[in-house]
T-cell receptor, first 119, second 109 residues
């Protein structure tokens, strides 16, 4: 079954540690996204990618990096975690199926999220 | 000013009521998504629209490209519809996906 997977689901780490949040999708989508969401708040775009070797920064990207070496894999790395990084991180992927008028609803898929706590 | 704005921010309704959530955007878009997020964080895509209207069960989504406005309607609302509904637009020039702030809906029996 096609899906999008995030690991770890929950992570508690100390300040200064380097962490990588994994995101993989099996749908062959070209577009992938990372979002940060605090409880009850809106999603903020961190990074996005149009395809292999293509990455762009979003609004909150300055303290993290991403890579897109394979279509299915889009990991997010925090080089030095801080308490301000405590949040939920959501990965998503999307693809257009032309013509749009006949596309199904599920062309934007989210992972279950990675909840990070930095002590 | 946010590029995508939703109204209302919070909405309460009695079971059976007709509900409308609005989304206005200020940028050129290639598509607009309506998403549902339940407590616990899981996000599900409800609709993707580039023009006109789509219907799925009790949910109807419309978009007016000229007015840069979309609406999500829920007919015969039910307590299980309680969730946050999010409008997201795919920007036409970059394919960047921008989210609205969400509308928190609570439907009471």
């Amino acid at each position: 079954e096609a899906d999008i997977y995030q690991t770890p689901r929950y992570l508690v780490i100390g300040t200064g540690k380097k962490i990588t949040l994994e995101c993989s999708q099996t749908m062959g989508h070209d577009k992938m996204y990372w979002y940060q969401q605090d409880p009850g708040m809106e999603l903020h775009l961190i990074h996005y990618s149009y395809g292999v070797n293509s990455t762009e920064k979003g609004d909150l990207s300055s303290e993290s990096t991403v890579s897109r070496i394979r279509t299915e894999h889009f990991p997010l790395t925090l080089e030095s975690a801080r308490p301000s990084h405590t949040s939920q991180y959501l990965c998503a992927s999307s693809e257009y199926r032309l013509p749009l008028a006949h596309s199904g609803a599920n062309v934007l898929t989210f992972g279950a999220g990675s909840r990070l706590t930095v002590l | 000013k946010n590029e995508v704005e939703q109204s209302p921010q919070n909405l309460t309704a009695q079971e059976g009521e007709f509900i409308t959530i609005n989304c206005s955007y200020s940028v050129g878009i290639s598509a607009l998504h309506w998403l549902q997020q339940h407590p616990g964080g899981g996000i599900v895509s409800l609709f993707m629209l580039s023009s006109g209207k789509k219907k799925h069960g009790r949910l109807i989504a419309t978009i007016n490209i000229q007015e840069k406005h979309s609406s999500l309607h829920i007919t015969a609302s039910h307590p299980r519809d309680s969730a946050v509904y999010i409008c997201a637009v795919m920007m036409g020039d970059t394919d960047k996906l921008i989210f609205g702030t969400g509308t928190r809906l609570q439907v009471f029996p």
